[in-house]
Antibody
Framework: HLQLQESGPRLVKPSETLSLTCSVSGGSISSNSYYWGWIRQPPGKGLEWIGSIYYTGGAYYNPSLKSRVTTSVDTSRNQFSLKLSSVTAADTAMYYC????????????WGQGTLVTVSS | QSVLTQPPSASGTPGQRVTISCSGSTSSIGSNYVYWYQQLPRTAPKLLIFRNNLRPSGVPDRFSGSKSGTSASLAISGLRSEDEADYYCAAWDDTVSGPVFGGGTKLTVL
């Protein structure tokens, strides 16, 4: 049974970089046909896709965030990571990692999410 | 502002059938499959419907999806109290070159 778990600082200062890691268990991050994605949800608001990365490192991002987003994958640790630079209060949100099927184009497994607050 | 448009709220009584709409464009719903996610209070979203009208294993057949043109709908029949949740539609968008979501619909079971 595939499980994903987000980890990282819960409080980030304005203008700094938000960094999160997603640990995958119960399956390999190197599986064909699956990307690994990040989605966020500001308090009381809807879902926003941030970006997705393949185990080989190929990635694509939401154009509205692309200039500030970097993702990476560590197949030896079965983990993938997100960095979002120059954060503001508008980046305060629950951040989810999820598996994305390149065949079905859906997020079929999700982490429980981690709330990141941007505040001085 | 979300790329896909959903009503902010919907409601029904136990046993009723409710529908939630999702409106997109030719570059999203008009050209690609639609997906629905259920988010129970204080939990992560869960895939409910994929490829317009298919249910993952374990999802009751009370939930059904449909698509026509640039719009889609989620129907829930035999409404139950445990269906009270936020529901999000999603689709690939050819302009964004990525997945986009609706703003979500909060379903209340009266």
């Amino acid at each position: 049974h595939l499980q994903l778990q987000e980890s990282g600082p819960r409080l980030v200062k304005p203008s700094e970089t938000l960094s999160l890691t997603c640990s995958v268990s119960g399956g390999s991050i190197s599986s064909n046909s699956y990307y690994w994605g990040w989605i966020r949800q500001p308090p009381g608001k809807g879902l926003e896709w941030i970006g997705s990365i393949y185990y080989t490192g190929g990635a694509y991002y939401n154009p509205s965030l692309k200039s500030r987003v970097t993702t990476s994958v560590d197949t030896s640790r079965n983990q993938f990571s997100l960095k979002l630079s120059s954060v503001t209060a508008a980046d305060t949100a629950m951040y989810y990692c999820a598996r994305y099927s390149d065949y079905d184009h859906d997020f079929d497994y999700w982490g429980q999410g981690t709330l990141v607050t941007v505040s001085s | 502002q979300s790329v896909l448009t959903q009503p902010p709220s919907a409601s029904g009584t136990p046993g009723q059938r409710v529908t939630i709409s999702c409106s997109g464009s030719t570059s999203s719903i008009g050209s690609n499959y639609v997906y629905w996610y259920q988010q129970l209070p204080r939990t992560a979203p869960k895939l409910l419907i994929f490829r317009n009208n298919l249910r993952p294993s374990g999802v009751p057949d009370r939930f059904s999806g449909s698509k026509s043109g640039t719009s889609a709908s989620l129907a829930i029949s035999g409404l139950r109290s445990e269906d009270e949740a936020d529901y999000y539609c999603a689709a690939w968008d050819d302009t964004v070159s990525g997945p986009v979501f609706g703003g979500g619909t909060k379903l209340t079971v009266l």
